[in-house]
């Protein structure tokens, strides 16, 4: 069973920055594919970005050139760098940890989410 933690959300002018965190324990981190995911009120939650666990990263069109998906595997943790904010990136953001096993069975966690807002 893998916990994640997601930090970093908050009140943020358009165009300014924020980072978000997401910790996780319980599990060997490094095997999972990692995502960032968020819902707007009335929305569908969507993909922001993901990272697997070899490095490659892949972004929602809405955010390519402004979000930034890393992770530490040292320190069990997956960043989302978001830059040039709009009103339109509030939501609440979910992390996401996700292992297809060449067993079957696939394991999927998220995290509790962290609020971004954006004014208009």
């Known amino acids: 069973q893998v916990q994640l933690v997601e930090s970093g959300g908050g009140l943020v002018q358009a165009g300014g920055s924020l980072r978000l965190s997401c910790a996780a324990s319980g599990g060997t981190f490094s095997i999972y594919t990692m995502g960032w995911y968020r819902q707007a009120p009335g929305k569908e939650r969507e993909l922001v970005a993901s990272i697997s666990s070899g490095g490659s990263t892949n972004y929602a069109d809405s955010v390519k050139g402004r979000f930034t998906i890393s992770r530490d595997n040292v320190k069990n943790t997956v960043y989302l760098q978001m830059n040039s904010l709009k009103p339109e990136d509030t939501a609440v953001y979910y992390c996401?940890?996700?292992?297809?096993?060449?067993?079957?069975?696939?394991?999927?966690?998220w995290g509790q989410g962290t609020q971004v807002t954006v004014p208009s």
């Open positions: 996401n940890a996700d292992f297809a096993a060449n067993w079957g069975r696939r394991y999927n966690y």
